[in-house]
């Protein structure tokens, strides 16, 4: 009995020591800032003297997630690895070769030493694509239609990225996923939501893919959207 009271002690004490290893989290909670970042986008700037080139953000992790459909500049590190890919076949090249217009994919990290953060692009790799390709979309607007009985969305297009540049600042209709996940922000805080809680006149602010099985009438299906219900009239009593 004495032996296995010693075993099991020795047992805890070494867990004990090794629960700091196991504490750190895997990943960060959404609310704490991210110290790395993926992005995806057009290139709208490219300046070899500064070491920066500045993107329209398609995709993003949560590093950057608040440049979605807005541009972003990326400060290249002097170390940087930089490719131009064509296929699976990837050719180093300088950012003196980076062109305008082309899609380019960014690693990088988030240094916040100097206060306001500065994003730090360690790998990058341009890739020619044209705007029938591209299979993701984001935009920002307000809710003009919405049915969640066909599960369809319509909204003015005030900010877009590439796939959605045609239909800028005109109204178009989206196809909504049974399993979109929807967002409402209350208090500050996003909660949880349902299509059916989005009204016309809602700022909205949503992703999703291209479907283009049929070349000819391709389906823009959003798969989350944060919304933002429109302030409610003030009432002026004489």
Request: glycine content about 6%; some cysteine; aromatic content about 8%.
């Given at each position: 009995?004495?032996?296995?009271?010693i075993?099991?002690?020795?047992?805890?004490?070494a867990l004990?020591?090794?629960a700091?290893?196991f504490?750190?989290?895997?990943?960060?909670?959404w609310?704490?800032?991210?110290?790395?970042?993926?992005?995806v986008?057009k290139i709208k700037?490219?300046?070899?003297?500064?070491n920066?080139?500045?993107v329209r953000v398609?995709?993003?992790?949560r590093?950057v997630?608040?440049?979605?459909?807005?541009?972003?500049?990326?400060s290249?590190?002097?170390?940087?690895k930089l490719?131009r890919?064509k296929?699976?076949?990837?050719?180093?090249?300088?950012?003196?070769?980076v062109?305008?217009?082309?899609?380019l994919?960014?690693?990088?990290?988030?240094?916040?030493?100097?206060?306001?953060?500065?994003?730090v692009?360690k790998?990058?790799?341009?890739?020619?694509?044209?705007?029938?390709d591209?299979?993701?979309?984001?935009?920002?607007?307000p809710?003009?239609?919405v049915?969640?009985?066909t599960g369809?969305l319509?909204?003015?297009?005030n900010?877009?990225?590439?796939v959605?540049?045609p239909?800028?600042?005109?109204e178009f209709g989206?196809?909504?996923?049974?399993?979109?996940?929807v967002?409402?922000?209350k208090?500050?805080?996003p909660?949880k939501?349902?299509l059916?809680?989005v009204?016309?006149?809602?700022?909205?602010?949503?992703?999703?893919?291209?479907?283009r099985?049929?070349?000819?009438?391709?389906?823009?299906?959003?798969r989350?959207?944060?919304v933002?219900?429109?302030?409610?009239?003030?009432?002026?009593?004489?």
């Amino acid at each position: 009995m004495r032996r296995v009271l010693i075993v099991a002690l020795i047992a805890v004490a070494a867990l004990a020591l090794c629960a700091p290893a196991f504490a750190w989290p895997i990943a960060l909670p959404w609310w704490q800032p991210a110290h790395h970042f993926t992005c995806v986008g057009k290139i709208k700037a490219v300046d070899a003297t500064a070491n920066t080139v500045t993107v329209r953000v398609h995709l993003a992790s949560r590093g950057v997630a608040d440049y979605l459909a807005e541009d972003l500049t990326i400060s290249v590190d002097p170390a940087a690895k930089l490719f131009r890919a064509k296929g699976r076949r990837l050719t180093p090249i300088a950012l003196t070769d980076v062109v305008v217009g082309e899609k380019l994919r960014v690693e990088g990290v988030v240094d916040c030493s100097a206060g306001a953060p500065v994003y730090v692009g360690k790998r990058l790799v341009m890739r020619h694509l044209p705007i029938n390709d591209i299979k993701r979309f984001a935009f920002r607007g307000p809710v003009t239609a919405v049915d969640a009985t066909t599960g369809t969305l319509s909204a003015r297009l005030n900010s877009v990225t590439r796939v959605l540049s045609p239909y800028y600042h005109s109204e178009f209709g989206f196809a909504v996923a049974p399993n979109a996940r929807v967002w409402v922000m209350k208090n500050g805080w996003p909660v949880k939501a349902a299509l059916a809680d989005v009204v016309v006149g809602d700022r909205v602010y949503a992703q999703g893919g291209v479907d283009r099985r049929h070349p000819a009438a391709p389906v823009f299906t959003i798969r989350w959207m944060l919304v933002r219900h429109a302030a409610a009239p003030t009432t002026v009593v004489p």
